[in-house]
């Protein structure tokens, strides 16, 4: 005789950092944003509750964000944190071995 296990859903926490591709540009509310659209899509998909907090500032690169957003967030631990970074990076016009070193700092930092 086989057995029925009724588990809660589980929940997955989630932040993202970066610049202004997470802040939601173009759209009215973070609910519109990308953050949101994900966490929409992984409860979907995975059956999950998704908790989903976003940390952003438009104009910052990826050296700015590791200096001055990932030491205040204060969620400890999350199941997944995506990064949006590159673009402010570009328009100053930062070499890509300036980035891709800002970038590692970033993720050890993280």
Request: avoid cysteine; hydrophobic fraction near 40%.
């Amino acid at each position: 005789m086989g057995q029925i296990l009724f588990l809660p859903k589980r929940t997955l926490r989630i932040i993202t950092v970066g610049e202004s591709t997470i802040t939601g540009v173009g759209v009215n509310t973070h609910k519109e944003g990308f953050t949101a659209t994900l966490a929409t899509e992984l409860a979907r998909r995975l059956n999950f509750n998704i908790n989903w907090k976003v940390y952003v500032k438009n104009g910052y690169t990826a050296k700015r964000i590791q200096e001055k957003i990932i030491n205040g967030v204060p969620e400890k631990p999350v199941d997944f944190i995506v990064i949006a970074i590159g673009g402010n990076d570009a328009f100053e016009l930062r070499s890509p071995k300036k980035w891709k070193k800002d970038v590692r700092a970033l993720i050890i930092s993280i």
